[in-house]
């Protein structure tokens, strides 16, 4: 009697366990069908409207998550080659297919990861979190409020924020959590590594808009602005733009979290005795600790003022082979690092899908179709139409980059011409999302499929929280710059 007891419970968590799974394979299949199973809408083709609905059904999966998001990336790149959806020829459809393996972000992305275990294996990153701990770690609070500052400090010199953020902040906070029993992929995670994670990446979508070269796409924007509206923005004015709704929501970000997101460590008042305690554990800095300081330190030059001589892509690759070369780290740990790997075909499948949307059109259409909508409306409403619109639309978008080249002119060409809004008011306001976008999805910026990936933040919250603050940053980034503007007679 109690074996049947115990069988009994036991099957019944199979059958629902593979209900679940069941439910999770099958909604991003009914999203898809029921897309390609309607007609195409007038002016768009109909390859561009199954090719949506195969997108639709790809971001669904990842969502939902039955098999691997890499995996299903993958699934849904190889489809659309196969069958033909944005290129006919066989040999272009392949090319188009592998063309997310050649994005400069993905191996920023990938490089990343390595920078971070480089400083798990030198000790570097230890000795950094524990400096930190030591100086703000009496409360989880104020080490959000560190990480806030570093990114803060390197923001206005760092076009990159893969750069800045996954490729600098990342690897130093990583070693962070597991000082207090955190550790990825478990139930610690929410100790204290899922709020620092989710921290960083919030922060650093703020400061990705607060400086025009705290982004690469905020220059190309300077640019579409200037041939729209023959206005050139100078780095003060977009500075002086933004300021009052950046310096908001960087203030709020940490403490928002803190209440919405909460760490289960609050408070750790013999934290930074323990941590002066470690450090004088570790000795004086090694050799290899000071080595890679030297690479992190060369990459970040290279970062900041070497990008007419060498990419930031190509930079971080080469101290990757650097860090080989000098055994920071071996190859076979480059190979086996699972985790980069993955995230790398990850993302590189999303942004070749995203890229079909504009191969197939599908972004255009949709842009001219809007137009009409929010012209018609009154000047305010318009104007905020039209810029929700642009920042929602990222959802169909995993580069800022090609967000902002693909659209950007398509929205300009509709603003300037909004009858009692000030034409470059309207560009800016269509501009300085380009940095708060990326708190959308896991694959909305360069840093967020890092965050994303390092095991600490369910892919459950990384969307809810994305939705939540991408509200909050929406609205109050609009209450505060649109009468700020007016202000300045912008």
Not at 39 to 68: D, K, M, R
Not at 142 to 147: D, E, F, K, P, S
Not at 217 to 243: E, M, Y
Request: charged share 10%.
């Amino acid at each position: 009697m109690n074996r049947n007891s115990t069988e009994e419970p036991a099957s019944g968590k199979s059958r629902a366990a593979k209900w679940r799974r069941v439910v999770r394979a099958g909604m991003p299949l009914m999203v898809g069908i029921t897309i390609a199973s309607v007609p195409a809408p007038q002016g768009l083709a109909s390859n561009a409207w199954l090719y949506f609905a195969l997108f639709a059904a790809v971001i669904f999966g990842v969502i939902t998550e039955p098999i691997p998001a890499a995996a299903i990336g993958l699934a849904g790149v190889v489809i659309a080659a196969l069958s033909g959806l944005v290129h006919a020829s066989p040999a272009q459809a392949t090319a188009w297919a592998l063309s997310g393996f050649a994005d400069k972000t993905v191996w920023l992305i990938f490089a990343a990861y390595m920078f971070a275990l480089g400083y798990s294996k030198s000790g570097l990153g230890k000795r950094i979190a524990l400096l930190l701990i030591r100086a703000m770690g009496k409360r989880t609070l104020g080490l959000g409020y560190a990480v806030a500052l570093a990114d803060l400090a390197l923001a206005p010199i760092m076009p990159s924020n893969t750069a800045r953020s996954g490729g600098t902040i990342f690897p130093i906070i990583r070693n962070i959590p597991e000082l207090y029993g955190s550790h990825p992929g478990d139930e610690s995670a929410r100790k204290i590594g899922a709020y620092l994670m989710y921290t960083a990446l919030a922060i650093t979508c703020v400061t990705s808009s607060m400086f025009p070269t705290s982004l690469a796409p905020n220059v190309l924007a300077i640019g579409l602005v200037s041939q729209a509206t023959g206005v050139t923005i100078s780095w003060v004015d977009w500075f002086k733009g933004f300021a009052p709704a950046g310096f908001v929501l960087f203030l709020v970000v940490p403490v928002l979290l803190y209440k919405i997101y909460p760490p289960e460590i609050k408070e750790s008042p013999d934290a930074p005795r323990w941590a002066a305690d470690e450090l004088a554990k570790l000795g004086p800095v090694a050799r290899q600790e000071i080595l890679l300081l030297a690479l992190v330190l060369a990459a970040l030059v290279a970062w900041i003022g070497g990008a007419k001589y060498i990419d930031p892509a190509l930079a971080a690759i080469l101290v990757v082979v650097l860090m080989v070369v000098i055994r920071v780290i071996s190859w076979n740990e480059v190979i086996g690092h699972a985790q980069a790997w993955n995230v790398l075909v990850w993302f590189a499948t999303l942004v070749t899908m995203a890229n079909g949307l504009v191969k197939t059109k599908f972004v255009d259409w949709l842009a001219q179709s809007l137009a009409p909508v929010v012209s018609g409306l009154g000047a305010t409403t318009a104007l905020v139409a039209l810029v929700g619109v642009f920042y929602l639309v990222h959802y169909l978008f995993a580069s800022l980059t090609a967000h902002t080249s693909a659209l950007l002119p398509v929205f300009l060409g509709v603003a300037v011409h909004l009858r009692g809004v000030s034409p470059v008011a309207c560009a800016l306001l269509l501009a300085y999302t380009l940095g708060l976008m990326g708190i959308l999805t896991p694959y909305a910026t360069g840093p967020s499929p890092i965050y994303y990936g390092s095991g600490y933040i369910k892919s459950r919250d990384f969307w809810i929280l994305g939705l939540i603050l991408g509200m909050v940053f929406f609205l109050t980034y609009m209450v505060i710059t649109i009468p700020w503007l007016a202000f300045l007679n912008i």
